[in-house]
């Protein structure tokens, strides 16, 4: 049994675009009317380190003491004209760390995903979800990250002005000569609403942006109803809340696995698998990209064996077909040390992230 549960907070919200050097208003405020008293709403904190932790905890349906809820969202994925070339819907109904399910359906991609103690189980199509259907889960569970730990990042506090609303920014810079004044997405940033740790704009620092609209609290956790993402200043992804609920008396049944699922590989961020790297082969330039100018992030998917070999390449999404195969060339080549679950090697799903960056001289 399901309990609509958010409340819509009474703030004006805008939408704001990002650009390689700022922002710029792209529409006109829309004032999301409340219906419910809502509690105070946390004060933003003034250090960026802070603002950044709080931020992590109160934005997104990540938090594990979350009561079980359910979410609907519907999304288009457009093409580079703007034009919808998919649509499709994601559901979760989450009852716990290891007790979860999350269903994906569009034309090219329909997947049930159960989440249990003893693993991760698919129905339906067996591949990790495409890239933009993954980013759907990332955007709703987890929007931000929390401050870096060390000394080799350092956030960076600045002030932003979207039309006639204030930003408050936190962007983590490397703590190398010039980044603290380097434009804001340059590196990776997050921009919050003036007075609350309310995210309004991630950026990733790979060009991709992902605007945060017309927000809800739901359980004093803020949640967007509308999110759009950027890349490379285009839109390329929209989705939006269709519901979110509180689940009354969970039944477990509803979230086991049925015969026919199938255990999939446990999956590795990138991140954790950067430091099992053991050799990695350069990707090669391809010349008809040097000579159109052509630069950008491919993303790939694969399976790292117990071996720390790399097997079913994908490609996630690239900016071009030439900077995806020289990818592709350069990562099946590469090894890892195998990576280990209870101290025993397993294989595992990661992301692997190529940038290619040309300047001509």
């Not at 969202?73 to 998919?86: F, M, N, P, R």
């Not at 999350?102 to 495409?130: C, D, H, L, M, V």
């Not at 109803?225 to 490379?232: P, T």
Request: charged share 15%; aromatic share 8%; proline share 10%.
């Amino acid at each position: 049994m399901l309990r609509e549960t958010f409340q819509r907070l009474a703030f004006v919200v805008v939408a704001v675009a990002c650009l390689q050097s700022g922002f710029a208003q792209t529409g006109s405020p829309a004032t999301a009317a409340p219906t419910v008293a809502a509690p105070p709403l946390p004060a933003l904190p003034t250090k960026p380190a802070d603002i950044l932790n709080l931020g992590h905890q109160l934005n997104g349906l990540g938090d594990p003491t979350l009561p079980p809820w359910h979410a609907r969202v519907s999304y288009q994925i457009l093409d580079k004209t703007g034009a919808t070339k998919e649509q499709g819907t994601f559901e979760e109904f989450w009852s716990g760390p290891n007790q979860y399910k999350r269903i994906f359906t569009s034309p090219s991609f329909t997947q049930t995903e159960y989440q249990t103690a003893q693993g991760r189980y698919r129905k339906g199509a067996q591949s990790r979800p495409p890239y933009p259907e993954r980013l759907l889960d990332s955007v709703l569970l987890h929007p931000m990250t929390e401050a870096p730990k060390g000394s080799s990042f350092i956030p960076v506090m600045r002030q932003q002005k979207a039309g006639a609303t204030e930003l408050q920014c936190v962007m983590i810079a490397p703590d190398i000569p010039g980044a603290r004044s380097a434009p804001l997405t340059v590196y990776p940033t997050y921009c919050f609403s003036q007075d609350h740790p309310l995210l309004r704009l991630a950026a990733t620092g790979v060009r991709q942006q992902i605007l945060f609209n017309n927000v809800v609290l739901f359980h004093q956790h803020f949640i967007a109803e509308d999110a759009v993402v950027q890349i490379r200043g285009a839109v390329t992804l929209k989705m939006h809340l269709e519901s979110l609920g509180t689940i009354l008396n969970p039944d477990p049944a509803a979230f086991a696995p049925p015969a026919d699922a199938v255990l999939a590989p446990p999956s590795a961020p990138s991140s954790a698998m950067q430091g099992h790297l053991i050799s990695q082969a350069r990707p090669i330039y391809p010349e008809a990209a040097k000579r159109l100018g052509i630069s950008g992030v491919v993303i790939l998917d694969g399976i790292i064996t117990t071996e720390g070999r790399v097997k079913d390449l994908q490609v996630a999404t690239s900016p071009d077909q030439d900077l995806a195969f020289a990818a592709l060339d350069a990562v099946r080549q590469w090894r890892y040390k195998p990576y280990l679950i209870d101290g025993k090697p397993v294989e595992v799903e990661t992301d692997i992230t190529i940038t290619f960056n040309y300047v001509s001289r």
